[in-house]
């Protein structure tokens, strides 16, 4: 029970990665049928996508702490110092992330707002409940 546990957390994590059934198989000894049938199990397939999220939100946040010293190697490149093809790649840089981050911003702002709304009619006597 040990063994399958080992390789499950090691079928999880590679297919977690993307690895394709074949090369998830190869990489935990283990024939290309095990997979698939593990694949069916609904536990097992939370797993790799919890897994999955998890990578996604740690990457997410790497991102994030590193966004600041883009910024502003992106604002040293517009400045005059800087060859105009240069600058002018920085400016777009930044107005098309700028944007792209109101626009995030705007629809984060509006789900919650939804949120709030859908809770409200729950919450509400005779509330919808689903």
Do not use: H
């Not at 397939?45 to 999955?52: C, E, G, N, S, T």
């Amino acid at each position: 029970m040990v063994a399958r546990k080992k390789n499950d957390d090691a079928l999880v994590l590679a297919l977690a990665c993307g690895a394709t059934v074949e090369a998830a198989a190869r990489q935990c000894d283990l024939s290309e049928r095990t997979v698939y049938t593990r694949l069916k199990d609904p536990d097992f397939q939370r797993r790799v996508k919890q897994v999955r999220t998890d990578m996604v939100r740690r990457s997410a946040g790497l991102l994030s702490a590193a966004s600041g010293e883009a910024v502003r190697t992106l604002l040293a490149l517009m400045k005059d110092a800087a060859p105009p093809a240069v600058r002018l790649g920085a400016a777009k840089a930044v107005l098309e992330l700028g944007m792209r981050i109101r626009e995030l911003a705007e629809l984060e702002a509006e789900v919650r707002e939804l949120e709030a709304k859908v809770n409200a009619l729950k919450a509400a006597p005779g509330g919808r409940q689903w």
